[in-house]
């Protein structure tokens, strides 16, 4: 049985002490699925990723101490791509690199998972992660002279992953056509579709315990 929210706009010190300790779990799991099966070594060994959670508002509320430049643009990134679709719906899963939408450099992709409870949008799930090499004009996509953002690589401009958690695949097609490391790249993908995923079904546990009313406040 969920708990009851005790008033309606506030939540007992001791609850709010243990959402937010099962939150910072959420997103240490989603760190340690990432270490564990990204496939780049600047990944599982350097730790160059950042997973975390924002509430309905787009505002974060958990992350990992991952890299901090990482966290500090989940909320740009988010509401770049909320304002593209306007409506999520359970099952979605985007993605996106583009500097000029609130990312940092073609090679960090951020994946983004929508989180419900039956129709309701409580949360979002997301993890930046830097690939080894997304194509342009050199190995590792980080050529010293360039002179345009189309020299460093592929750059996916908020675009819909997945839909009724069904990836599409002409998607991973392209990016696996324009990288030089396409298995790399694809261990690194589902890496960070995993992570999104587990976020899901940790804070649906949540929801299962709290209601989404008390988590939503809290």
């Not at 975390?52 to 966290?71: D, R, Y």
């Not at 960090?108 to 929508?114: N, V």
């Not at 930046?128 to 750059?155: C, K, M, N």
Request: net charge negative.
């Amino acid at each position: 049985m969920p708990v009851k929210l005790q008033t309606k706009d506030k939540v007992d010190p001791v609850t709010l002490e243990i959402i937010q300790g099962k939150l910072l779990s959420v997103v240490d799991e989603m760190a340690v699925v990432m270490q564990r099966t990204s496939m780049s070594p600047v990944i599982y060994e350097v730790l160059d990723f950042a997973c975390g959670v924002c509430n309905e508002k787009m505002e974060l509320v958990a992350q990992t101490n991952g890299i901090t430049l990482f966290t500090g643009t989940f909320s740009t990134q988010l509401r770049s791509v909320v304002e593209t679709y306007k409506h999520d719906q359970p099952g979605d899963i985007y993605v996106t690199n583009d500097p000029y939408h609130g990312g940092t450099h073609a090679c960090d992709f951020a994946i983004i998972r929508p989180i419900f409870q039956g129709s309701r949008l409580v949360a979002y799930a997301l993890n930046v992660a830097h690939w080894v090499d997304v194509g342009g004009a050199v190995p590792g996509s980080l050529p010293p002279d360039a002179t345009s953002s189309f020299q460093e690589g592929l750059r996916l401009s908020r675009i819909r992953l997945a839909r009724g958690d069904v990836i599409n695949d002409e998607i991973v097609r392209i990016i696996r056509e324009n990288t030089r490391l396409p298995d790399i790249a694809m261990g690194d993908l589902n890496a960070q579709i995993a992570t999104v995923r587990i976020a899901e079904t940790r804070i649906g546990e949540m929801l299962e315990r709290y209601g989404a009313n008390l988590l939503t406040a809290s």
